[in-house]
């Protein structure tokens, strides 16, 4: 057959995020308090930035205004309402507002996702494979384990498979060792990897991290040595090796931020009726300051240029973040509210009541893509009747049950449940417990029980 070489037009639709639509998504996994310390830097370090005289006083300088006058909804914003008439860019007062606003505002400690970023930082690389990589980050939880997995987080981008895999690579090799796997099971083999191991010891060690951690737990060494046709003396070695790793690399950093916690949102049981309020912190409102963008028309000289390209940058970067934010609470809002109302009855009646729910179920009703409600779900915490919760813990997978007509359950349903049986029972094995689950209307395998246990680092029947 004979080859052609031509030219051809094709017509297609392609989605591609601008810088400031990137900037905003780097917003929203971003808890309240690295929020405000985020604010916190731009404001210092952008002259077009001010916090204007009248919130200072409501949030920062005088008395704190009351939460409902400081909500977000749908429709409108915090952010919206900033008003540059009648003020003057010669306020003498507007440093002293922005520096005490500095001063008088705490930044959290470092997390696990600034401790990645800084890495990736210093990594020289395409831009490309940089994109990939701080998506990674961005879709890791506070153990250093995906939310999302690798199909499901690149599933509508043009991103080969080779890209992918050498971002991975990269981050893969970044402090903490273990991080940006599945679980803990592939956190320990990676740390193994990268400590040096050889080829046919990591296949060993792998084996017995996948299969055999119950029975040396237990202590039968023996049997999980002939299981593998090593020495026991090998095992050893490997046992050794095995329990100077970390099954969690992320904790380190995610204990501090947990230590000073502030909830995003909370959700409250008011004579029946459920109020969604979201928090703003003393986060303050901000406005471009009044003047600044004229000054550019009245220079002259041979820096003028210079100098103009410079206050119009200040004045767009300021613009930016102040949609950013407007966009972050906007969006934190309308999800919030959807999982108020699909989770009613959790926050009416108590967690025994807590449906399941996937990302991509309030991703819909909000119309946003799932990646994004992945980005939104991390590291925000929610303020109950029934206590403080993790914004991911109400996005669980279900576990049937043996009425056909009602949904499943939550498997933090069930884990609790189990977490119950024993208190109540003491040592049962698996098998028990999930006969014990099966009368309460709950299909759980035995396995699936020892997995759920583990999880809850509860000890088998045998240790206990």
Known sequence: MDSMIGLSQSLKTEQTLSPQMLQSLALLPMPILELKA????????NPALEIPDSEYDMSIGGQEASLDDRMDDADSSYYEDSSYEGM??????????KQMMIENSSAPGETLKEHLMVQLGEVPMPERIRTIAET???????????MLSLDALFENSDFTESEIAQALDIVQGFDPAGICVQDFRQSLILQAKLSGMAEEDLAIFSEIVNEHLEKLKSGKFKEVASALHIS?????????????????????????????????????????????????GDIPN???????ESMADD?????????????RDSVRQAKNLINQVKLRFQTLFKA?????EYQSEFFLKGPRFLKTMTLKDIAERINVHETTMSRLAQSKWVDTDWGLYQLKYFFTQGVSTTSGGQESVSRNVVKDMIAEIISENGALSDQKISDMLLSRGIKCAR?????????LNIDSSYTR
């Not at 901000?286 to 600044?292: A, K, Q």
């Not at 220079?299 to 206050?311: C, N, V």
């Not at 396995?447 to 999880?455: A, D, N, P």
Request: aromatic share 10%.
């Open 38 to 45: 985020h604010i916190q830097a731009e404001i210092e370090s």
């Open 88 to 97: 003057s860019y010669a306020d003498p007062e507007a440093s002293d507002r």
């Open 136 to 146: 990674l980050i961005s879709n890791l939880d506070q153990n250093g384990f995906f």
């Open 232 to 280: 026991e003396e090998d095992l050893q070695t490997f046992y050794s090796i095995l329990k100077s790793l970390t099954p969690y690399p992320g904790a380190n950093y995610s204990a501090e931020g947990i230590s000073a916690v502030e909830p995003d949102f909370s959700i409250h049981n008011n004579n029946g009726t459920l109020v969604l309020e979201i928090n703003r």
């Open 286 to 292: 901000l406005e471009i300051t009044p003047g600044f």
């Open 299 to 311: 220079l002259t000289g041979s820096e003028a240029k210079e100098a103009a390209s410079y206050i």
């Open 336 to 340: 919030a509210s959807a999982i108020m």
């Open 447 to 455: 396995r699936t029980v020892g997995k759920y246990r583990s999880e």
